[in-house]
């Protein structure tokens, strides 16, 4: 039976294809999956996955990193490009990092909710960091709306958090431009939708993001052709239109919270959301911020990611705002120079 979601999936991918026709397929091309720098798996439980990226080189800073990116898009983007990787400079300064790869939820963790991604994930995440390097607390860096998960986690439990970095974190939801709109309780149903599907498809979250930019689903077509004899633009074109097309189901229980909760009740940067029985008290936070915006970013506009800085009860708070877009934050080739010693310098100077 069609779902009223059905053409704009069907819209999309005619679109989509009719633009993938026109450009040669030795420039369109084909990669394996992405990252480069390398890691070890440490850790396991459910689909999520714990990777330690070593600091290269002599270590130089004693408490390690966790990095939580977002439910809906891979972990990878972290580690973008060599020259173009978040991770890859990081431990270059000698930062230790861990990242929590979410995995692809399966129709078994339908019902897993912000508890289970929070205070069990995320807290086994933590537990085993501090029991491997043998440290009491973290630097905890949340991106995107991992980033919202991630500061609920450290609300609820402060005591193992030494810094929060927070990069395009989504805090006040009515501030969320189209999406803010667009997912109103008059124009959305969430539960309906997460009762027809458990964990919400891939196409239909992609649907609603390329509907925020409708053009660049083909002028990026245009961008690749007439681009085709610069050096580098090909490969970086392939990387990003890979990762941006690898994406993962959003577990349905999780999701229907997330909506409902953040977007709808904007109860969360309120300190009202509600985890296992146990209030999101952002004014737990306590520790040193760091807020990290993007001046392009209409994915978490500034007024939605600068709300933190009157939520959290830190003292301790800078906020660094760089020339870039949402993804940008991570994978730009400005990062190396512009972006990531800011951040590398901050958290150094929070590692006594």
């Excluded at 196409?203 to 509907?211: Q, T």
């Excluded at 994406?247 to 904007?266: A, L, S, T, W």
């Excluded at 392009?296 to 009157?310: F, W």
Aim: net charge negative.
């Amino acid at each position: 039976m069609e779902t009223s979601f059905e053409p704009i999936k069907a819209f999309g991918e005619a679109v989509q294809e009719a633009a993938r026709r026109m450009v040669p397929i030795e420039l369109r091309g084909h990669d394996a999956p992405g990252g480069h720098t390398p890691y070890d798996v440490v850790a396991t439980r459910g689909p999520v996955r714990l990777l330690h990226y070593a600091a290269r080189g002599e270590k130089r800073h004693k408490t390690p990193l966790l990095i939580a990116y977002s439910l809906i898009n891979r972990y990878y983007i972290l580690d973008f490009m060599p020259g173009r990787s978040l991770i890859e400079y990081l431990t270059g300064q000698g930062h230790t990092c861990y990242v929590i790869d979410w995995g692809v939820p399966t129709n078994a963790d339908r019902h897993k909710t912000w508890g289970d991604y929070t205070i069990g994930y995320l807290g086994m995440c933590v537990r085993e960091i501090k029991a491997r390097e043998n440290v009491d607390a973290v630097h905890l860096y949340g991106y995107c709306m991992g980033g919202t998960m991630a500061m609920a986690y450290a609300a609820l439990r402060p005591e193992g958090i030494k810094s929060f970095t927070a990069m395009a974190v989504p805090v006040d939801f009515h501030e969320g431009g189209m999406l803010a709109q667009w997912t109103q309780p008059k124009f959305f149903n969430v539960d309906a939708l997460v009762d027809a599907y458990g964990n919400v498809p891939t196409w239909l979250m992609e649907s609603g993001f390329r509907v925020m930019a409708p053009l660049n689903n083909v002028t990026k077509w245009r961008d690749l052709w007439e681009n085709r004899e610069t050096d580098g633009f090909v490969d970086t074109w392939r990387q990003m239109e890979r990762w941006s097309a690898d994406n993962v189901p959003f577990p349905g229980e999780v999701y229907r919270q997330y909506i409902r909760d953040c977007y709808q009740k904007n109860i969360f940067g309120k300190s009202q959301m509600m985890v296992d029985g146990e209030r999101v008290d952002l004014k737990r936070i306590d520790c040193p911020v760091l807020v990290v915006l993007a001046e392009k970013d209409n994915i978490v506009p500034k007024k939605m990611a600068m709300a933190i800085t009157d939520a959290v009860g830190s003292d301790d708070i800078t906020v660094l705002e760089f020339a870039s877009g949402h993804i940008g934050l991570s994978s730009s080739s400005k990062g190396p120079k512009a972006f990531w010693p800011k951040i590398s310098q901050w958290l150094a100077a929070h590692d006594d």
